[in-house]
């Protein structure tokens, strides 16, 4: 299951629900018991010696500041093994949920009717039999405003479940207090059965239709307008909604911004034009992609707005030109499944016979898709051929500008910016970091002066 298909299902299979259960574990990656980890595995796997590997791995200790510390629990963070890893052990909570509350939690056949829906509806044939047209038309509208099954039907109850990872969620249609118990028997199960605990902070419990839940990034709500009319009948009322949390949409266009205004990125000053536009195309695609499933999509025109300003100030900045003159200049439009869009365009021609390199920046239709992919193309990092050449072709050092005796500065891994005991980086330092490579093209004099400890000196130019 992936996130999409997991919010799929929410959206198309959870109407009616009352009360959400939100779920949070603490620190569930670092909370692994490895006995419970190594027996879930024994059930189905029988190699004695690849459950001893397992275990060898799970048990190997990490280094902090170089020292060597012990892994009493958990699996390591980042490791290629983790996240099945967990996805194995949080199986049992699968399966008590599914074998133990659902079918406690599941019963009742349709729910019955409202008994003041049923007099309204008697009202409304009475009126219409002896011609009471203004009658008819109010009890219709008092009508709308009643639901056509009973809420508190003591026999009607319904519990939905989704795990996404160690994210997970209950939708449950019943009164607050079998809420409450169905999440206290989680937290004992958690606790007794797997060793990890709940944090009661972010385990919440709350309204369906007042109030919203969080998973996955969306927020989730059921939907209420007795005046939308679709096909004779209140096809909204019950429905879950998906949507784009404001705070979301806030922190995305924060990167992009400086004191309350879209602005230029300094790292990308020195890639070019299509290293650009394709990183920030690629960036606002794929967030765009993930919310399509969003009912109000159309809100991240603030984030379009926001990355495209940024996007041509980075590009005027590098050519000490106008965001108006960027914005003529790269400029294009394309075809989509919903007609014309503008976007901006840097592309690159190759040889003859050769399709030439389009870096795209926007022209994604900001409408919703029930049934959303992701089917983001390959993210354009890095300018067409080899990166490191062009850089050298460019015949400057990115340090000072010096044009003569160029050499690159390697680095053996990105990690080492960031080991302790540097809290203030040199600018040169800083600028690898940034830009997240491994190799600096620099002058022999800047060369020197970094392999000297000196790389904080001041540009010679």
Not at 443 to 452: G, T
Request: aromatic letters at 8%.
């Amino acid at each position: 299951m992936t996130g999409h298909t997991a919010l799929s299902e929410v959206a198309t299979a959870w109407t009616g629900t009352h009360w959400f259960i939100e779920g949070d574990i603490s620190d569930c990656f670092g909370s692994l018991d490895h006995k419970i980890m190594v027996g879930v595995l024994a059930e189905k796997i029988h190699d004695g010696r690849f459950l001893q590997l397992i275990e060898r791995m799970l048990q190997a200790g990490y280094l902090e500041d170089w020292k060597w510390n012990a892994t009493l629990s958990g699996a390591p963070q980042g490791g290629t093994a983790s996240p099945i890893l967990s996805n194995i052990y949080l199986d049992r909570l699968d399966q008590f949920v599914e074998q133990d509350l659902l079918p406690e939690y599941n019963r009742g056949g349709p729910r019955r009717k409202n008994p003041a829906y049923a007099a309204n509806k008697s009202q409304i044939e009475k009126a219409e039999r002896h011609g009471d047209l203004e009658s008819v038309k109010m009890l219709k509208q008092q009508r709308r405003r009643l639901p056509s099954g009973d809420p508190s039907d003591p026999g009607f109850r319904r519990l939905k479940y989704v795990r996404y990872c160690d994210d997970w969620l209950l939708g449950f249609a019943g009164p607050k207090h079998e809420a409450k118990e169905i999440k206290s028997r989680i937290q004992q199960f958690l606790h007794d059965e797997l060793k990890l605990e709940l944090s009661e902070s972010k385990t919440l419990i709350t309204h369906a239709a007042s109030q919203a839940a969080r998973f996955l990034g969306y927020e989730l709500r059921v939907q209420h307008e007795d005046t939308k009319i679709t096909r004779g009948r209140r096809a909204v009322n019950g429905v879950m909604g998906l949507y784009v949390p404001n705070a979301v949409i806030r922190e995305r266009c924060a990167r992009y911004m400086r004191n309350g205004s879209p602005a230029a990125r300094g790292q990308l000053f020195h890639d070019s034009d299509f290293t650009i536009v394709g990183k920030y195309g690629a960036e606002y695609r794929g967030f765009v992609q993930y919310y399509l499933l969003a009912q109000d999509v159309f809100r991240l025109n603030t984030l379009h707005w926001v990355m495209e300003t940024s996007m041509l100030k980075t590009l005027a900045a590098k050519h000490r030109s106008t965001v108006p003159a960027m914005a003529r200049a790269f400029k294009a439009t394309i075809s989509t499944p919903v007609g014309p869009r503008v976007c901006f365009e840097a592309v690159v021609q190759r040889g003859t016979g050769r399709k030439p390199l389009v870096a795209r920046f926007g022209g994604v239709p900001l409408i919703r898709k029930r049934t959303a992919v992701l089917t983001d193309r390959r993210p354009t990092m890095a300018s067409p051929g080899n990166e490191l050449i062009h850089r050298l072709l460019a015949g400057k050092c990115e340090i000072c500008d010096a044009g003569n005796g160029l050499q690159v500065h390697h680095l053996r891994k990105l990690a080492d910016l960031n080991r302790p005991g540097r809290p203030d980086r040199p600018p040169w330092m800083t600028l690898m970091a940034a830009r997240r490579r491994k190799t600096l093209v620099v002058c022999s004099a800047c060369h020197h002066d970094i392999h000297a400890g000196r790389g904080s000196a001041l540009p010679r130019k």
